[in-house]
């Protein structure tokens, strides 16, 4: 079955959107943040966090070839000497200690005057940023309570004796 096969279409042909794809993450590499529409911004993020794969796995390896291959495949995506040249010299050494999610979305409260449409921030997150911190669980104190509440309860209630069993009349 094909099912889920047709995201972020965009409402464009194939050949539109991989250009619009590469222009916006090249864009993307040499500004650092761009503002964009929510969709474009959701079907980028995909294509952008692959390229700086692509970019930090020749940073990682000492074989000149590897290295080349690497640059001509995010080359090959991208399409800009320019953005790529800074993504490879730049940007990847950022991202050498991050295991995905190189990108953040920010929904821009107010829409684009012409048409209205949804229109969002997308940039490259900082080496050092640890993003947000997560709330403490407040749930496993209440249900500790909770046990301790029904402990004692148990514990003072008499224990059910045996019932006499009952004579059957005659």
Do not use: W
């Amino acid at each position: 079955m094909r099912h889920c096969k047709h995201r972020h279409q965009l409402g464009v042909k194939k050949e539109h959107r991989i250009a619009l794809l590469a222009n916006l993450a090249a864009a993307l590499f040499v500004h650092n943040r761009i503002k964009t529409t929510l969709p474009k911004a959701k079907a980028l993020r995909p294509f952008a966090e692959k390229v700086i794969t692509l970019a930090k796995k020749a940073a990682q390896t000492d074989d000149r070839a590897k290295k080349l291959h690497f640059y001509r495949l995010a080359l090959a995506k991208v399409r800009s000497e320019e953005a790529v040249a800074i993504l490879f010299t730049k940007r990847a050494q950022e991202f050498l200690n991050r295991n995905g999610g190189y990108t953040r979305i920010y929904k821009l409260a107010i829409p684009r005057i012409g048409d209205g449409a949804e229109m969002a921030l997308i940039e490259l997150i900082a080496a050092n940023d640890e993003g947000y911190k997560k709330a403490p669980k407040k749930a496993a104190p209440k249900a500790k309570k909770a046990k301790e509440a029904a402990a004692p309860a148990a514990e003072e209630a008499p224990a059910p004796e045996a019932a006499p069993a009952e004579q059957p009349s005659a």
